[in-house]
């Protein structure tokens, strides 16, 4: 098995109770680093998944991402527990559907929310991993971005692909204007992931469909993911700070 070493490491893992974050999680913590899981409803998941890996102390911390005050607190706890932050990895995120059909105000009312999860709190919590490794003279943030930045979305997730443009331009910006504090700033931009929400998609359209427009022969998992963001963490990627990494199967090749 492909060993990185993270011990020592302490991440705090957005999103990390289901989906490409529980997988990210879970390879994390195999590699001995002590992970912040954060979730919001699902809690039986993120404190089973912690406490399968004991010896890593990591912990499961809950938190809604659309409240401003619940990111001061979730970031105040993790770094109070645990006394200090090493890694960020921003992947918690919403993909919600708004049609341009539906009535205006229904509409940006989920562009609202969209926006609040997948950018706001992503900069909020940029604002202070920036401040903690600043002081601590280094730190790295990895970003979940997505296929959608560079391809485009259909019509009805217009809000998900602009807070995911608003997040890659935001990690290149961190790359770019904090290099010198020693903090480093990558993107991984997924496409289509064998996930829960993937798997309602394929329940109504069929997997051929999405099977047709990748290059391979089979679906992109999380745990294909994981061992990239892991490789992150570890330092051994720092020179390709910045760098925007794709995990989509070659159905988006640039």
């Given at each position: 098995?492909?060993?990185?070493?993270?011990?020592?490491?302490?991440?705090?893992?957005?999103?990390?109770?289901?989906?490409?974050?529980?997988?990210?999680?879970?390879f994390l913590?195999?590699?001995?680093a002590?992970?912040?899981?954060?979730?919001?409803?699902?809690?039986?998941?993120?404190?089973?998944?912690a406490?399968?890996?004991?010896?890593?102390?990591?912990?499961?911390?809950?938190?809604?991402?659309?409240?401003?005050?619940d990111?001061?607190?979730?970031?105040?706890?993790?770094?109070?527990?645990?006394?200090?932050?090493?890694?960020?990895?921003?992947?918690?995120?919403?993909?919600?559907?708004?049609s341009?059909?539906n009535?205006?105000?229904?509409?940006?009312?989920?562009?609202?929310?969209?926006?609040?999860?997948?950018?706001?709190?992503?900069?909020?919590?940029?604002k202070?991993?920036?401040?903690?490794f600043?002081?601590n003279?280094?730190?790295?943030?990895?970003?979940?971005?997505?296929?959608?930045?560079?391809?485009?979305?259909?019509?009805?997730?217009?809000?998900?692909?602009?807070?995911?443009?608003?997040?890659?331009?935001?990690?290149?910006?961190?790359?770019?204007?904090?290099?010198?504090?020693?903090?480093?700033s990558?993107?991984?931009?997924?496409?289509?992931?064998?996930t829960?929400?993937?798997?309602?998609?394929?329940?109504?359209?069929?997997?051929?469909?999405v099977?047709?427009?990748?290059?391979l022969?089979?679906?992109?998992?999380?745990?294909?993911?994981?061992?990239l963001?892991?490789?992150m963490?570890?330092?051994?990627?720092?020179?390709?700070?910045?760098?925007?990494?794709?995990?989509?199967?070659g159905?988006?090749?640039?």
């Amino acid at each position: 098995m492909l060993h990185i070493d993270l011990k020592g490491k302490t991440i705090l893992l957005t999103g990390a109770s289901d989906g490409i974050g529980k997988s990210v999680a879970e390879f994390l913590m195999k590699m001995g680093a002590r992970v912040a899981v954060h979730y919001n409803s699902n809690k039986s998941s993120a404190e089973t998944l912690a406490a399968s890996y004991q010896e890593t102390a990591s912990k499961a911390f809950k938190a809604d991402l659309s409240n401003e005050e619940d990111i001061y607190n979730l970031f105040e706890d993790v770094k109070n527990i645990f006394g200090r932050i090493d890694v960020i990895i921003l992947n918690a995120g919403v993909f919600l559907p708004h049609s341009t059909n539906n009535d205006t105000q229904e509409w940006f009312s989920v562009w609202k929310r969209t926006i609040d999860i997948n950018l706001n709190a992503v900069g909020l919590l940029t604002k202070l991993g920036i401040n903690h490794f600043i002081n601590n003279n280094e730190g790295r943030f990895v970003y979940l971005g997505s296929r959608a930045v560079f391809r485009g979305e259909t019509e009805e997730y217009l809000a998900y692909a602009a807070s995911k443009g608003g997040m890659v331009s935001l990690a290149r910006s961190v790359a770019r204007s904090f290099g010198k504090h020693n903090i480093k700033s990558f993107i991984v931009s997924p496409g289509f992931t064998r996930t829960q929400m993937a798997e309602s998609f394929i329940h109504i359209h069929g997997e051929q469909k999405v099977l047709d427009e990748i290059a391979l022969n089979e679906l992109t998992k999380p745990e294909d993911i994981a061992p990239l963001i892991g490789l992150m963490c570890s330092g051994l990627m720092d020179h390709a700070t910045g760098a925007t990494i794709d995990i989509n199967a070659g159905s988006h090749i640039r």
